[in-house]
């Protein structure tokens, strides 16, 4: 176990000042508080995140990954073990801080890289080199900026520069984050969910429009309404013969081709929103062109080139900052379990399983152990049980030898 714990020394905090903020380098925080979007963007990130697909898309990888086991391995010779008991572990897989889950820290770190351009930034408290809490402040506490020559990120804790080693990055491959480089896709998003909700809620299309050649004026037109519900408005006047006079007539309004191909644009924005996540259109419920097969694959695809990639950038992070130099050189290393991504489907577990035990890649321990199982005496052999099967027990029904002779 680790010698420390966090009662023996003092925790050492971030240090506090008068938090320093500058409108000359205006952060995205700054420019929402005083109601400003990025250049060329028509979008907040507050009104980004309020279109259903873009909160699915963050939702989706932020909640995956966390929800994958979290393991610090040791390398032994050609093999790894398990450690259980380093302190850096506790936190991310128990209680991050008093008042954050490590599932919450995990996940809300993944959301922060997928929505802010600075990324998903914890500061970690250590004593003694071990850390001791993982704490997500508030936006606009801590502050990154990079060399103009290498890129190396340095950090501000309210205005007061902090180390490296005690600051969880997570970002993606580029200067921007997702939500910001697709800020145009989404705001034609919101724009057409804007107006599909005043086309239906505010009635924006009449159902019909009656035309007279004569001036009616503003009392002629509402006598002409009110005569006109009377008769036929409501379930009780359905199908009446309608009547007008004084050359009036009736044209009703019908939906156009252009009205017909909104919906289709509609669908187009959500993919527009999944490719820039990297998220299958299925898992944003855009099901058009979903079948059994390609459900399935579009699932591996997602765990393959959307999921994988953030967990390793987040073994990174924690190997960065939650492992010291020498425990690094050791073989120590954070891994996630992507085993567990095949639980759900029972029959393909359950082959592979049993074509790695045939083909003595595994053994029935190691198998067991993949799913949670303790070991059983004699599952330690490499064995093909369909040609490699025991002797036969003996037949106490059949004489021996020596009782027929």
């Known amino acids: 176990m680790w010698p420390f714990s966090r009662s023996e020394t003092p925790v050492a905090a971030p240090p506090v000042v008068a938090e320093q903020k500058s409108l000359g380098d205006p952060t995205a925080e700054l420019l929402e508080l005083f109601g400003?979007?990025?250049?060329?963007?028509?979008?907040?990130?507050?009104?980004?995140?309020?279109?259903?697909?873009?909160?699915?898309?963050?939702?989706?990888?932020?909640?995956?990954?966390?929800?994958?086991?979290?393991k610090l391995k040791r390398k032994v010779g050609d093999a790894e073990e398990d450690v259980s008991d380093h302190p850096a572990l506790a936190l991310l897989t128990g209680q991050a801080n008093g008042w954050t889950s490590g599932f919450e820290l995990i996940r809300d770190l993944v959301a922060g890289a997928l929505t802010k351009d600075q990324g998903g930034i914890a500061y970690v408290t250590k004593v003694y080199d071990q850390p001791r809490e993982l704490i997500i402040y508030r936006d606009g506490i801590i502050a990154v900026d990079y060399d103009d020559k290498t890129g190396e990120p340095r950090y501000r804790i309210n205005g007061q520069f902090a180390s490296a080693k005690n600051i969880l990055h997570v970002r993606g491959p580029f200067t921007k984050c997702p939500l910001t480089m697709a800020r145009s896709a989404i705001a034609t998003a919101s724009a057409m969910e804007g107006y599909a909700n005043g086309l239906w809620t505010n009635g924006a299309r009449p159902g019909g429009v009656i035309q007279t050649p004569n001036k009616l004026g503003t009392d002629g037109v509402k006598a002409m309404l009110a005569g006109w519900k009377a008769a036929f408005s409501g379930k009780a006047n359905a199908g009446k013969t309608a009547v007008l006079y004084e050359g009036a007539t009736y044209q009703q309004m019908a939906l156009t081709s252009v009205d017909g191909e909104f919906t289709a644009s509609r669908t187009f924005q959500i993919l527009e929103i999944a490719r820039a996540f990297r998220v299958p259109p299925g898992m944003l419920y855009e099901l058009t062109r979903n079948t059994w097969g390609n459900s399935e694959q579009q699932a591996k695809e997602?765990?393959?080139?959307t999921l994988i990639p953030w967990l390793r950038v987040l073994e990174g992070a924690f190997?960065?900052?939650?492992?010291?130099?020498?425990?690094?050189?050791?073989?120590?290393?954070?891994?996630?379990?992507?085993?567990?991504?095949?639980q759900a489907d029972l029959t393909a577990r359950a082959t592979a399983i049993s074509t790695l035990i045939t083909a003595r890649v595994l053994n029935p321990n190691e198998a067991r152990d993949w799913l949670g199982m303790a070991p059983r005496d004699g599952g330690e052999v490499f064995a093909n049980p369909a040609i490699d099967t025991a002797p036969s027990a003996a037949n106490d029904n059949q004489p021996t030898t020596e009782a027929a002779a």
């Open 36 to 70: 400003a979007v990025p250049a060329g963007s028509t979008i907040s990130d507050a009104e980004a995140l309020s279109v259903p697909a873009v909160s699915a898309a963050v939702r989706v990888i932020a909640e995956a990954a966390p929800s994958l086991d979290i």
């Open 319 to 342: 190997n960065r900052a939650l492992l010291t130099e020498a425990e690094r050189r050791s073989g120590l290393r954070f891994a996630f379990d992507i085993d567990d991504t095949s």
């Open 302 to 305: 997602f765990i393959q080139y």
